[in-house]
């Protein structure tokens, strides 16, 4: 008979540090626990909150006579594959006229970089990808996962200016190797909250194309960047202009809030001529899907697609978007005003210079864990903050702690053991997570 047996192994400290410090606030029964680590919208209560025109169309939907939950074919439903690629490349987008641009129902935006990422490594001659350092941590796992032998970084935040190392982006694109495949975020960049001006985006465009380098966009926060659907979606227009073939994740989990929905798109744009090649494109990545899970879900896509093809639906939702953004913004002033108005050593400008839900604070991992074990304030251990958590309720609170952190933290050690229970399958998993290697 044989035995069950593990080992182990290519798990990073970071992918440890992030599962842990979740389930350490989950865990944290404290009455003035904050969690500031999903990127998720809070109402001023610090609760869920359904878009309005959402929660009508739900309950129609629901309650019609015809509503099922009848299997979705392997690559979506006709009307979200016609519906959601022009939100990103525009209508009136050349390469969707000519048919060489189309998209697939995926399950979320990362279920559109996995499927992406395993179709290019099965089935093309890319084995490199670069992600911005820092990124979105599931980016690195979701593409050496899915096939990549080589993971790279391009510079992107400057700790010392607290804010873009543009001319290190430029240096490590410069000397990419040919067909890498470069990973761009196209707004509200996570974790950093530093986009890219237009400026850049051409400068970029200039070096992929002279390197030869092939850009997927992850679209994550499309209308949560400046609050407008057409301006986020600037820069991957602009390359499609400039004539790259290009793989687009979207998603509609953040900016129409259909979190656990998991409604995703994976876009492809190809070069005039390659029309034919379609459907063997559509035909692997069916195999990928039906591989992985078989099939996307029903419910979110309906909802997007009864979203998008009114206009007066569509109009509330971009109304919603714009709320979102100008409460991102109203929070990260009061924010800096409040470390200001505190005496808070350093500079806190970062704050309201950074865009989207997330703002790199620029804490360190000492002072982060300071603040989970002092205050019952979790974060990331990178320093990052979902800002649609913070509150008239907890604002202040979060500023004081920040406030105290850096002034009191150089002294602070922490080491923090959490045991995960899972007795569904008879089984208790041990993550120890250490928050500061330099315990004595």
């Known amino acids: 008979m044989a035995a069950l ?66 299997y979705v074919i392997f690559l979506g439903l006709d009307p979200y594959m016609t519906l959601v690629p022009p939100l990103i490349l525009g209508d009136n987008c050349p390469a969707l006229k000519t048919g060489r641009a189309f998209g697939i129902q995926t399950v979320s935006g990362t279920g559109a970089l996995r499927i992406g990422a395993e179709l290019l490594a099965r089935h093309s001659k890319f ?16 593409f050496s996962y ?31 190797p040919e067909n890498a495949v470069i990973v761009l975020q196209i707004c509200a960049h996570n974790p950093t909250g530093c986009d890219l001006t237009r400026d850049q985006w051409i ?39 400039r004539g790259f073939e290009m793989f687009i994740a979207q998603t509609f989990s953040k900016n129409m809030g259909l979190y656990s929905d998991r409604i995703g798109c994976l876009t492809l744009v190809l070069n005039d001529g390659r ?3 379609i459907p063997a494109l559509k035909l692997m990545m069916t195999v990928i899907v ?12 309906e909802l997007v697609i009864k979203v998008l093809q009114n206009p007066q639906h569509c109009e509330e939702w971009q109304k919603c978007l714009r709320k979102m953004a100008e409460q991102l913004k109203e929070v990260r002033q009061a924010l800096k005003d ?18 989207g839900m997330f703002s790199f604070t620029a804490l360190t991992r000492k002072q982060v864990a300071y603040l989970a074990e002092k205050y019952h304030l979790y974060m990331l ?9 913070l509150n008239n309720k907890n604002l202040n609170r979060f500023a004081e702690a920040v406030h105290d952190a850096v002034l009191n933290c150089p002294q602070y050690r922490c080491l923090c053991n959490l045991f995960i229970g899972d007795q569904s399958h008879d089984m208790t998993i041990a993550v120890t997570v250490t928050l500061n290697h330099k315990i004595k």
């Open 5 to 70: 047996s593990f080992t182990v192994s290519g798990i990073t400290e970071t992918e440890k540090d992030t599962i842990a410090v979740c389930y350490q606030c989950m865990n944290d029964k404290h009455p003035n626990t904050v969690d500031l680590i999903p990127g998720a919208y809070r109402d001023e209560n610090g609760k869920p909150w359904v878009m309005p025109f959402i929660h009508k169309l739900e309950k129609e939907m629901l309650e019609s006579p015809n509503w099922n939950h009848e």
């Open 127 to 142: 084995n490199t990808f670069y992600l911005s350092d820092p990124t979105w941590d599931t980016h690195d796992i979701i």
């Open 146 to 176: 899915g096939g990549f032998k080589n993971s790279r970084t391009y510079r992107y935040w400057d700790p010392v200016k607290r804010g873009l190392n543009f001319e290190g982006l430029l240096e490590d694109l410069d000397n990419a």
């Open 203 to 241: 400068q970029i465009a200039d070096v992929m194309q002279k390197r030869k380098l092939f850009p997927f966009f992850d679209a994550a926060y499309q209308g949560l960047g400046s609050g407008d659907l057409e301006e986020d979606a600037w820069p991957v227009r602009y390359f499609v202009q």
């Open 275 to 277: 029309q034919q090649e």
């Open 290 to 301: 039906r591989a992985m899970y078989l099939c996307p879900t029903r419910i979110g896509s």
């Open 338 to 355: 409040r470390l200001v108005k505190l005496g808070t050593p350093g500079s806190w400008e970062h704050i309201t210079e950074q865009k």
């Open 381 to 389: 251990l990178n320093g990052r903050v979902n800002m649609f958590a």
